[in-house]
Antibody, heavy 111, light 109 residues
Framework: EVQLVESGGGLVQPGGSLRLSCAAS????????MYWVRQAPGRGLEWVSM???????FYADSVRGRFTISTDNSKNTLYLQMNSLTAEDTALYYC?????WGQGTLVTVSS | QAVVTQEPSLTVSPGGTVTLTCGSS?????????PYWFQQKPGQAPRTLIH???NKHSWTPARFSGSLLGGKAALSLSGAQPEDEAEYYC?????????FGGGTKLTVL
């Protein structure tokens, strides 16, 4: 059974950093397209980043240069390193592959 | 960055048929945009219905189908059920970078 479980969210001050994790089971993270998608409270979905072993890594304009997506094959886990956070990054962050989604982890950027 | 457009809201009668569309500010949507469709109900994570224009997942009800129609990606629902009331999002890819549409709130009434 495929499962995606996000963790690492929380309250962080503006300018701070946070690393999100997405533990995967039932498939191999390194062999699939893996995404981070976020949703601000009461808003729509926003695509954040994607990684694939052959296609490479891609970022939305709003996070490029601040966020880094990566995988740890030994842990079958997807990560999102988020730096220079602002209030506009406050959202529920989901990880997903081409079919399955996690339940999300909440990031709140506030002083 | 491209802008992806969807109808803000649509209403369909139970048992009826409706088509949701997904347009691109850069021109016609093609299979090269790898259109995805997602369903999201309040308080829940999104669920992937369609990937790569028209491919369904095992959990996608047969009444949903994806296509390209008039230069847009389209999600058709035939035989709407009350449980289909939800927000629907499309996602297009532009050389690897994804852009979501603003979502369509579908009411079954």
């Amino acid at each position: 059974e495929v499962q995606l479980v996000e963790s690492g969210g929380g309250l962080v001050q503006p300018g701070g950093s946070l690393r999100l994790s997405c533990a995967a089971s039932g498939f191999i993270v390194s062999s699939d397209f893996m995404y981070w998608v976020r949703q601000a409270p009461g808003r729509g979905l926003e695509w954040v980043s994607m990684t694939h072993s052959i296609s490479g890594t891609f970022y939305a304009d709003s996070v490029r240069g601040r966020f880094t997506i990566s995988t740890d094959n030994s842990k079958n886990t997807l990560y999102l390193q988020m730096n220079s956070l602002t209030a506009e990054d406050t959202a529920l962050y989901y990880c997903a592959n081409r079919g399955y989604w996690g339940q999300g982890t909440l990031v709140t950027v506030s002083s | 960055q491209a802008v992806v457009t969807q109808e803000p809201s649509l209403t369909v009668s139970p048992g009826g048929t409706v088509t949701l569309t997904c347009g691109s500010s850069t021109g016609a949507v093609t299979s090269g945009h790898y259109p995805y469709w997602f369903q999201q109900k309040p308080g829940q994570a999104p669920r992937t219905l369609i990937h790569d224009t028209s491919n369904k997942h095992s959990w996608t009800p047969a009444r949903f189908s994806g296509s390209l129609l008039g230069g847009k990606a389209a999600l058709s629902l035939s035989g709407a059920q009350p449980e289909d009331e939800a927000e629907y999002y499309c996602l297009l890819f532009y050389s690897g970078t994804g852009v979501f549409g603003g979502g369509t709130k579908l009411t079954v009434l």
